[in-house]
Nanobody, 127 residues
Framework: QVQLVESGGGSVQAGGSLRLSCAAS????????MGWLRQVPGKEREGVAA????????CYADSVKGRFTISQDYTKNTVYLQMNSLKPEDTAMYYC????????????????????WGQGTQVTVSS
């Protein structure tokens, strides 16, 4: 199993920045992809960004391209999500997730493809 713990959420004004962190432990070698997904009440969980753990291939949702950057630090088993130029519509609970299977670029941002999940960290952007 893989345990994931997110941190770094908070409240920020529109245009501001936050950096989320996801510390992984357990059988981390089994993770092929790490993703950040978000959810607001009443809506489905949506993929924001993902990274291939065996390299630096990344994928982003159109809504965050150019504003968010996903990265990883192998030495710390940690994945980051740098969020710049935040907008009120970015307000959500953000989850870190891990997938042990190969994913295509069409499914790497799909929540059902991920097996292990963190508890989430809230991001609130005010206008």
């Amino acid at each position: 199993q893989v345990q994931l713990v997110e941190s770094g959420g908070g409240s920020v004004q529109a245009g501001g920045s936050l950096r989320l962190s996801c510390a992984a432990s357990g059988y981390t070698y089994s993770s092929k992809y790490m993703g950040w997904l978000r959810q607001v009440p009443g809506k489905e969980r949506e993929g924001v960004a993902a990274i291939y753990t065996g390299g630096d291939s990344t994928c982003y949702a159109d809504s965050v391209k150019g504003r968010f950057t996903i990265s990883q630090d192998y030495t710390k088993n940690t994945v980051y999500l740098q969020m710049n130029s935040l907008k009120p519509e970015d307000t959500a609970m953000y989850y870190c997730a891990s997938s042990p299977v190969w994913l295509s670029r069409f499914s790497v941002l799909s929540a059902p493809e991920y097996t292990y999940w963190g508890q989430g960290t809230q991001v609130t952007v005010s206008s």
